[in-house]
Nanobody, 127 residues
Framework: QVQLVESGGGLAQAGGSLGLSCAVS????????MGWFRQAPGKEREFVAA????????YYADGLKGRFIISRDNAKNTVSLQMNSLKPEETAVYYC????????????????????WGQGTQVTVSS
């Protein structure tokens, strides 16, 4: 069983920045590809960013590359999401997710592909 705990959410002004962190209970984090998703009120959960097991492959949802940065530290069992130039429409609950992967360079973008999820952290961007 893998447990994920997000932290770092809160309130930011439009144009500001926030950093999210996901602590993973599993000692072999390097066996898992990781992703971040978000769900705004009244909307479906959507993909934000993904990182491969090795950290060598990254993928972002349209419009986020250059503003959001996903990273991982397998030694510390953490995955991070740095969010810059935030917009009010990006107010949402942000979720960390993990998928056991046999390929060190694959990234995954579909919700159904992920096996483990955190409880989410609220990000509110004021205008």
């Amino acid at each position: 069983q893998v447990q994920l705990v997000e932290s770092g959410g809160g309130l930011a002004q439009a144009g500001g920045s926030l950093g999210l962190s996901c602590a993973v209970s599993r000692r072999t984090l390097s066996s898992y590809a990781m992703g971040w998703f978000r769900q705004a009120p009244g909307k479906e959960r959507e993909f934000v960013a993904a990182i491969s097991r090795s950290g060598g492959s990254l993928y972002y949802a349209d419009g986020l590359k250059g503003r959001f940065i996903i990273s991982r530290d397998n030694a510390k069992n953490t995955v991070s999401l740095q969010m810059n130039s935030l917009k009010p429409e990006e107010t949402a609950v942000y979720y960390c997710a993990a998928k056991q992967s046999s390929n060190p360079n694959y990234v995954y973008t579909a919700i159904r592909e992920y096996e483990y999820w955190g409880q989410g952290t609220q990000v509110t961007v004021s205008s």
